[in-house]
């Protein structure tokens, strides 16, 4: 049990030891307000139960969130270190190594694809800050979703499989307006994509098709 709880449980419990206390003693020095003293003592009884009661709720709450803080952190620690591993190994092979140019421009693309992934996660981080601080407006505009999963594949695209990545295969209707937050439909669409390619099996072909249909927008 969480310390916070432990101490909330001994005060409550010393209340109500105390409580009882004192209304015996008020009885036994009043017996004739016997009724008075017992009227008067469940209605405190109740509302400090009440209390009590929104209290435990609240200390819960707290806690929790806190733990999905840290669980937060610690995912967020992981997913960061990730790329930047990769990073530092592509840089420091093309360093200490005579490569061929072709295998050095791969590098290169592979070190800023793994860039724009800490790009994602930087923004994605800032926007749960926001969001959580009520400071986030959500601004509205108009702008193509055509454009943006396409634009979003492309950059999350790979032109081979090397058995540890997934080919994007996608089915994309052109000309698909929406009227939203671009830089949160940005991060909804990308934490998708991702996490399809990161849970797939590898070299398993990932289908991503945006279409229109009876005037809804799907995307799967």
Known sequence: MKRPLVIFYTIILYAIVQLIWWGSLLIEAKPQKITMIMGEGSVFAVIFAVGAYYLHQSLNKEIKLQEQKRNFLLSVTHELKSPLASIKILLQTIQKRDLPKAQVVDFI????????????????????????????????????????????????????????????????????????????????????????????????????KLFKKEGKIHLQ
Not at 158 to 175: F, G, L, T
């Open 109 to 208: 693309e592979k070190s800023l694809t793994d860039i724009e992934r800490l790009d994602d996660m930087v923004e994605n981080m800032l926007l749960a800050s926001k969001i959580d601080n009520s400071s986030y407006t959500f601004p509205k505009a108009s702008f193509s979703l055509s454009n943006l999963v396409d634009n979003i594949v492309n950059r999350l695209q790979i032109s081979k499989c090397d058995c540890n990545q997934q080919i994007i295969e996608v089915e994309i209707e052109p000309k698909i307006e929406i009227t939203g937050d671009k830089f949160a439909l940005t991060s909804v669409v990308t934490n998708l994509i991702e996490n399809a390619v990161k849970y797939s099996k590898p070299c398993e072909a990932l289908n991503v």
